[in-house]
């Protein structure tokens, strides 16, 4: 009668058991902080909702990108000035 034997592996093959396998350390500041990264979310936000609801008012697509970004600009601009640091 013969045995099953597992097959050998190399170190670097991971398994099952190695698995969750922990994130890379990060070295250094943030990219972004976090209220950076807030006031470009909520003024991206702001943005797409002018270009499509300028869009859904006339359906001229340029019109509604010029209205997006401009929105965009003014949202950010406003939002850095209204959230304190």
Do not use: Y
């Amino acid at each position: 009668m013969s045995t099953l034997q597992q097959p050998s592996r190399t170190p670097d093959q991971a398994t099952s058991q190695d698995w969750p396998a922990e994130p890379p350390a990060v070295e250094g500041p943030p990219l972004l902080s976090l209220r950076s990264a807030f006031v470009l979310t909520a003024a991206v936000l702001v943005g797409i909702g002018v270009g499509l609801l300028t869009c859904a008012a006339e359906p001229n697509t340029a019109a509604a990108v010029l209205a997006g970004v401009a929105a965009f600009g003014v949202s950010a601009s406003g939002l850095h000035k209204l959230i304190g640091s």
